[in-house]
């Protein structure tokens, strides 16, 4: 029977955490769209970041470095939430067997990270995302009343008159999961650009079905750029160098091997995600070279190996030693700010529809996201969707309405090339410094492969549920990039000749 209390959507921390707090009586399904341990959550090298047992540091310190990060345009209901809860669930966690690292008289370690002004990241090495999901993992396969199924493909849900219907497809077979509640962690959209620090499985599918369904989705142009990725455009997948690196003292060098954030900001290399990116850039146009190097060379190599050792083996699998070659880097697509709308509780503007961590917008992370707060809001709002969750199925019984689904099994598959067209356009169109004449152009073309893809009659399977959300999220963010840069555009008064477009 394909009937649950509620279904989870994504194995990352946001869902893997909702499931664990929701009530034992409640029977969940999980899915995950490819194997359970593949998941952005688990890439995350840095740390989470958060107060606890931390008596020089404070939540109203965590809030202030958030909003100046984030621009002043976080929300300050949510973002008291983040900053106040996090002893909460880093204990919790914890309590669930995640090993942080700790210093020579047992206490907890915790680094810097840009644009933080305490030691507040804890971590575990350099792959604490991968330390709490596994923790996590363990815990909920253990769970009688949750069931898990891997590599199972959403294919699209509906709302139904008692809940939502979800279409799956697993080994080849087309089912249907029923349930009075939804939760939506399918993590970010990185794969709508050609080069990513995502994993593959990052296409922006929660935000497109709860799109369909009529949820409010806000600032999805709102996007991060990471500083420093790992140059190898052999790869559509970037290899991230943690944040922490910097935390621990490495330089930024132009194609000169010359230092260059004093020109740009006072806190150097410690500045926020945005600002080093954008600084990158400015240093390109002036050097006229795409170089840039990351240095943590003048540290001790044994500490170096201690304390990065999954980034130190990756870079020597390319060919580079940390400990004595510059490390070549440049902006990558990383995260997302914006996403499906929810309140303080994570719940959509779809009644028992909730989305918790990337998927969603909390407001907590403003215009840019503070290094390590990620995990942390994963935690946080995941546990407050099913607090909700918890409290409104008592006593609940009803009957379900399954959605009837229309199967194109026979159809013919989506033209070839339609997702490296739209990663293109995104590429060109809007990256850390957005192109005016190619947003526009941009625009009209992704409106144009939306329209193929919504109209048309394709075999469902991955190729086309990816091409259609990477199309959906797309329109939507260049739909917002087009409105902000023609006000712009209007209130500049701008003359449109070629040179002030490109370097809008």
């Keep these: 029977m394909n009937n649950y209390d509620v279904i989870v959507a994504g194995c990352g921390v946001a869902g893997l955490y909702a499931a664990v707090n929701l009530s034992k009586s409640l029977r969940v399904l999980l899915l995950s769209k490819a194997e359970l341990s593949l998941c952005n959550s688990s890439l995350a090298q840095g740390g989470i970041a958060g107060v606890y047992n931390s008596p020089d540091d404070s939540p109203e310190y965590h809030k202030h470095d958030t909003f100046v990060a984030g621009g002043f345009e976080n929300n300050p209901k949510t973002t008291s939430i983040l900053v106040n809860e996090a002893h909460i669930d880093i204990d919790r966690i914890i309590k669930l067997g995640v090993d942080f690292d700790k210093t020579e008289s047992g206490e907890y370690h915790r680094t810097l990270e840009g644009g933080h002004s305490m030691h507040r990241i804890f971590h575990r090495k350099d792959a604490t995302g991968d330390e709490i999901t596994t923790k996590l993992r363990k815990y909920v396969l253990e769970l009688e009343n949750v069931t898990v199924l891997e590599n199972a493909l959403i294919c699209d849900v509906k709302k139904t008159p008692t809940g939502f219907s979800f279409y799956v497809l697993k080994d080849e077979d087309y089912r249907v999961y029923n349930s009075h509640f939804a939760v939506l962690a399918t993590g970010g959209i990185g794969r709508v650009y050609e080069y990513t620090t995502n994993s593959a499985i990052a296409t922006g599918d929660g935000i497109t079905f709860a799109y369909n369904m009529g949820a409010k989705i806000t600032q999805l142009s709102c996007i991060q750029f990471h500083p ?32 260059f954030m004093h020109k740009y900001d006072d806190r150097l ?72 709308a929810v309140d303080e509780k994570s719940e959509t503007t779809v009644d028992n529809l909730f989305a918790c961590g990337e998927c969603s917008h909390t407001g907590v992370h403003g215009n840019n996201r503070l290094a390590s707060n990620s995990l942390l809001e994963a935690l946080v709002f995941s546990r407050h969707a099913a607090a909700v969750i918890n409290d409104r199925a008592k006593g609940m019984k009803r009957p379900y309405a399954p959605y009837q689904f229309e199967e194109h099994k026979n159809a013919p598959h989506i033209p070839r090339g339609m997702r490296t067209m739209i990663r293109n356009i995104m590429q060109t169109a809007y990256f850390v410094m957005p192109n005016i004449k190619k947003l526009f152009e941009g625009f009209d073309d992704i409106i144009r492969l939306k329209e193929i893809l919504d109209t048309g009659v394709f075999k469902i399977d991955r190729d086309y549920v990816e091409a259609k959300s990477l199309a959906t999220v797309a329109y939507i963010i260049l739909e917002e990039a087009n409105k902000t840069a023609t006000e712009s555009l209007e209130l500049k008064s701008w003359n449109w000749v070629e040179g002030e477009l490109n370097n809008y």
């Design 269 to 340: 290399e410690l500045a926020p995600r945005d600002v080093v990116s954008h600084s990158i850039i400015f240093e390109e146009q002036s050097t006229k070279s795409d170089k840039f190097f990351l240095d943590i060379t003048h540290k001790n190599p044994e500490f170096i190996k201690s304390r990065f050792p999954m980034i130190y083996q990756k870079l020597l699998e390319a060919g580079f030693d940390m400990t004595t070659d510059f490390i070549p880097i440049y902006p990558c697509q990383h995260y997302l700010m914006g996403g499906i």
């Design 228 to 259: 420093t990725a790992f140059k190898n455009k052999n790869t559509r997948e970037c290899f991230l160098i943690s944040e922490a690196v910097r935390g621990e003292g490495a330089y930024l060098r132009n194609c000169f091997g010359e230092r």
